[in-house]
C-alpha cells in the first residue's frame, strides 16, 4: 500500500501584512509605486471650515495597542457636503488612509470638522466622520462612527444615534476634545468598553 503524505494548509493571516503592502506600499517599504499613499493628505490647500486633527489607537481584547491596523475615514466637509456634491469643498478630499504607528498603534487624520448631513427622511445627522478598519485577524472589515462630545444638541436628535438601545455605550462613539483643535477617539474591538460597531 502506498501512503500518501498530504500537506496540512498553513495558518491564515487575513490582513496583515498585506493590508500595508496593496494599500499603503510607502509605508511598507515599497517605494516609485505613489508619490505618496493614497488617502495620506485629506486637506489639499485653505479648507473651509474649522481644521481639525483626530487621533487615536486601536486597541484588541486586552487592551493591548494593535500595531498593524489600517484605518480609513470619509466625511463631509464643514458644510455637510461629500466630495463629488455641488459646491463641495474642493481643497478637502474627504477620505483619508490612515495605518497604526507600528510601535504605538496610534494613528491621526489631519482633517475638518464636518458639517452636519441630511438623513433619508430629511432629518439632520450630527456632525460624523465614518470609519473602517481592518488588520490582521479581522476577517472583515469593522465599521464605526466618530461623533463629536462637543456637539450635544446635534447628538441628542442624530437619528442613527436615537436608535442605539444601550444608551451607556453611545459614549464609545465620541471624540473627545483634547485643545488645539486636536479630537481623541480610540477604537477598542473587545472587552470594556467595546466601540460600537455597525452592520452595514
Given at each position: 500500500?502506498?501512503?500518501i503524505e498530504r500537506l496540512?494548509?498553513?495558518?491564515?493571516q487575513t490582513a496583515g501584512p498585506y493590508v500595508h503592502i496593496g494599500a499603503l506600499p510607502n509605508f511598507?517599504?515599497?517605494?516609485?509605486?505613489?508619490?505618496e499613499d493614497l488617502g495620506q493628505?485629506?486637506?489639499l490647500g485653505a479648507v473651509r471650515g474649522e481644521q481639525i486633527t483626530l487621533r487615536g489607537t486601536v486597541y484588541d481584547g486586552t487592551g493591548a495597542a494593535l500595531r498593524d491596523a489600517?484605518?480609513?475615514?470619509?466625511?463631509?466637509?464643514?458644510?455637510g457636503l461629500y466630495a463629488g456634491q455641488d459646491g463641495a469643498d474642493p481643497a478637502f478630499t474627504g477620505w483619508g488612509r490612515q495605518a497604526g504607528d507600528m510601535e504605538t498603534g496610534a494613528f491621526a487624520f489631519e482633517t475638518v470638522k464636518p458639517g452636519a448631513v441630511p438623513f433619508r427622511d430629511g432629518r439632520m445627522q450630527a456632525p460624523h466622520v465614518s470609519v473602517w478598519i481592518v488588520a490582521r485577524g479581522i476577517n472583515l472589515g469593522l465599521q464605526t462612527r466618530i461623533y463629536f462630545a462637543d456637539e450635544q444638541e446635534a447628538n441628542a436628535a442624530d437619528p442613527?444615534?436615537?436608535?442605539?438601545e444601550h444608551r451607556d455605550r453611545i459614549?464609545?462613539?465620541?471624540?473627545?476634545?483634547e485643545g488645539d483643535g486636536t479630537y481623541?477617539?480610540?477604537?477598542?474591538l473587545q472587552g470594556e468598553a467595546e466601540t460600537i460597531f455597525f452592520d452595514i
Open positions: 500500500m502506498q501512503r496540512k494548509e498553513s495558518p491564515s511598507a517599504g515599497i517605494d516609485g509605486v505613489y508619490d493628505r485629506m486637506v489600517m484605518v480609513e475615514i470619509w466625511q463631509a466637509d464643514a458644510a442613527i444615534l436615537a436608535r442605539i459614549s464609545t462613539l465620541m471624540a473627545r476634545p481623541r477617539f480610540d477604537i477598542r
